[in-house]
């Protein structure tokens, strides 16, 4: 059983919908981060959010950390075919190790 | 060049064969973690080690071996390769501050056949 779980697990849009991810799980982490990821390459680190309830944009991206740190969301405005990847949250525990989720596979369709 | 790079980058053994998959940084990290990716489970810990003396198991470590031959150093080894071993295999370094941020080879792709 993973640690965290993400859904859902595929997704496929048109180029300018808006989209969620979600990335839950029973544990508190110290923080949770997301990273993308694409084909042939390691994941990437796109943010990092600390507190709970806490809310960071990155242009047309806003990750949420929920209040009790356990969960968190992506959301992606007017999405482009650029962002296309697989998404991954990954929550630190105590000693910096990261455990990651189970990934969403985000396809935008031009 | 590639602040982790990972060594092969594709690889098909044999079941039973041993295996090494390296992995070197050149970004002065003391701490180096192994994962494998699946589709559908993301990414799983296998070992992690937080200075060179420091070895400890993750989450599937069961059928792997690690050596920490130095700091920039973190190999990986399959004593004994099966089947469902074959994955994609990532090696990652992180600092130890108090938010941290990994950072990611580009993977070995491993199949056993």
Redesign the interface.
């Known amino acids: 059983t993973?640690l965290?779980e993400?859904s859902p697990?595929f997704l496929s849009i048109q180029e300018g919908e808006n989209l969620t991810v979600y990335c839950n799980s029973s544990s508190v982490f110290?923080?949770l981060?997301w990273?993308r990821q694409e084909p042939?390459?390691?994941?990437?680190?796109l943010v990092?959010v600390?507190t709970g309830g806490e809310v960071k944009k990155l242009k047309r991206l806003t990750f949420q950390f929920g209040d009790a740190r356990k969960d968190s969301s992506l959301h992606i405005t007017a999405a482009q075919t650029g962002d296309t990847g697989l998404y991954?949250c990954?929550g630190?525990r105590s000693?910096?190790?990261?455990?990651?989720?189970?990934?969403t596979s985000l396809t935008v369709i031009p | 060049d590639a602040d982790?790079t990972q060594t092969p980058r594709n690889r098909i053994t044999k079941t039973g064969k041993r295996i090494m998959l390296e992995c070197s940084q050149t970004k002065g990290h003391d701490?180096m973690?192994w994962?494998r990716q699946d589709p559908?489970?993301?990414?799983?810990?296998i070992y992690?080690s937080?200075d060179v003396k420091d070895i400890n198991k993750?989450?599937i470590s069961d059928g792997y071996s690690v050596s920490r031959q130095a700091q920039a150093k973190f190999s990986l080894s399959l004593e004994s390769a099966i089947p469902n071993q074959t994955a994609l295999y990532?090696c990652?370094t992180?600092d130890?501050g108090l938010?941290?941020?990994?950072f990611?080879?580009?993977?070995t792709r491993l199949t056993v056949v």
């Open positions: 993973q965290l993400q697990q110290s923080s981060q990273y042939g390459e390691g994941p990437v680190l990092t600390v991954l990954a630190e000693g910096n190790q990261f455990y990651f989720g189970t990934g | 982790v701490r973690y994962y559908g489970l993301g990414l799983r810990l992690y937080f993750g989450e990532f990652a992180s130890s938010v941290t941020e990994a990611f080879g580009q993977g």
